[in-house]
């Protein structure tokens, strides 16, 4: 499995970005995909999982009500719409892989075992 971001970019205060995920030698559907960031000096975070047996999509609080995350599996990809950016969501975005069971960031954080190569998103006036 590889996966690929692309979609960050340069943005205002207020705009909003969408994020690509796609995934070659594998298909997504049936793992859990998670995005990260990761801003200088600060330690990885996650911001969202969309997990695959159970249906369901989390949010980190920071990104809650402005983010989201959703799949295309016709075109093997998970997307990440953010919206209302700040310049505090400036970071380097990674999405990656992991079992389809996994459904929280506490067993995201264990579980990953592929990561894309990242893309920067820069939230400045």
């Known amino acids: 499995l590889q996966l690929v971001e692309s979609g960050g970019g340069l943005v205002r205060p207020g705009g909003s970005l969408r994020l690509s995920c796609t995934g070659s030698?594998?298909?997504?559907?049936?793992?859990?995909i998670a995005w990260f960031r990761q801003a200088p000096g600060r330690e990885r975070e996650a911001v969202s999982c969309?997990?695959?047996?159970?249906?369901?999509?989390i949010y980190a609080d920071s990104v809650r009500g402005r983010f989201t995350a959703s799949r295309d599996n016709a075109k093997n990809t998970v997307y990440l719409q953010m919206d209302n950016l700040d310049p505090e969501d400036t970071a380097v975005y990674y999405c990656?892989?992991?079992?389809?069971?996994?459904?929280?960031?506490?067993?995201?954080?264990?579980?990953?075992?592929?990561w894309g190569q990242g893309t920067q998103v820069t939230v400045s006036s």
């Open positions: 990656a892989a992991a079992p389809g069971w996994v459904s929280t960031f506490f067993a995201l954080r264990q579980e990953v075992h592929t």
């Open positions: 030698g594998s298909a997504l559907d049936s793992l859990t």
């Open positions: 969309v997990a695959s047996r159970d249906k369901i999509t």
